[in-house]
């Protein structure tokens, strides 16, 4: 494995069916600023992220991105939101997902994956989080 253990996270979560596909969803209440998970996977460059195309890839900086695509990466399950209840923070090469607010019990957990991402991949078939939908 070419990349650091991710942080483990004592809340519970669990992978299932949401407004945008498979999506995260909280098991439990959880408190606003509270660590989720870890977003982790392999550094890859530029080039090899470009050659990836733009699922399961987070941008570290204009040379290196995480390339999340394994199913061991829960985090790849958290979905875009114009309106997110958490939010992603980089430590150097790392990406830790904290809550933005409180969470209730079965609320999907998810994060704006920003402007560039948004322009290119969900602008063109439309956004459909939650505060787009309704």
């Known amino acids: 494995m070419d990349y650091p ?12 069916k949401g407004i945008s596909g498979l999506g995260l969803f ?6 606003k600023g509270i660590f989720v998970i870890e977003y982790f996977g ?4 530029e080039e090899a992220a470009n050659q990836k195309g733009g699922k399961y890839l987070f941008e570290l900086d204009a040379h290196k991105t995480i390339f ?7 985090a790849r399950y958290v979905n875009h939101s114009c309106k997110p209840n958490c939010e992603a923070i980089q430590e150097g090469d790392r990406i830790f997902i904290y809550t933005k607010r409180a969470i209730k019990t079965s609320e999907e957990l998810t994060y704006n994956y920003g ?4 322009d290119d ?12 939908s309704t």
């Open 5 to 16: 253990y991710p942080r483990p996270s004592k809340v519970k979560t669990k992978v299932k």
């Open 26 to 31: 909280a098991e439990e209440p959880i408190k």
């Open 68 to 74: 999340g695509a394994s199913r061991k990466n829960i």
């Open 115 to 118: 402007k560039e991402y948004f």
């Open 42 to 45: 392999p550094i890859i460059s």
């Open 121 to 132: 991949h969900i602008k063109p078939v439309g956004c459909c989080c939650d505060a787009c």
